[in-house]
C-alpha cells in the first residue's frame, strides 16, 4: 500500500513538473498598443504601425511608428520611436536614407 501511493505521488509530480516546463516558455515580446496589426498570409511577418508600444525583457520601444517582426530571421525592425530602452540593437539606414532599428530577438 505504501509502495503503492509513492508510485502514484511521484507519477503525479512528474506529470506536473513536466506540464510545467511544457508551457513555461515566455513569448519574445509583449505588444501593449498598436493602432492596426497585420499578419502575413504564411504567419511569418507581423506589421504594427501607428503608436505601438512593446516589450520584451531585455527591450521596451515606446509609440513607435512601426514594428515589423520577422518570425523567420527573428528579428524586429522599429521605425520612428520616441522612447527605445534595448540591449544590443543595431541601427541601420533604409533605402529612404531614414534609420531604423533593427534588433535581434
Not at 516589450?55 to 520616441?82: D, R
Amino acid at each position: 500500500m505504501k509502495t503503492t501511493f509513492l508510485s502514484l505521488l511521484f507519477a503525479t509530480l512528474s506529470i506536473a513538473a513536466f506540464s510545467q516546463k511544457a508551457n513555461s516558455k515566455k513569448p519574445a515580446f509583449e505588444v501593449i498598443s498598436s493602432d492596426h496589426i497585420t499578419v502575413s498570409k504564411d504567419s511569418t511577418i507581423i506589421t504594427m504601425t501607428g503608436n505601438v508600444d512593446i516589450k520584451g525583457e531585455k527591450f521596451h520601444f515606446h509609440n513607435a511608428e512601426k514594428v515589423v517582426h520577422n518570425k523567420k530571421e527573428n528579428i524586429l525592425l522599429v521605425y520612428g520611436g520616441n522612447t527605445v530602452n534595448a540591449d544590443s540593437l543595431t541601427l541601420v539606414k533604409g533605402d529612404d536614407g531614414k534609420e531604423y532599428i533593427r534588433y535581434k530577438l
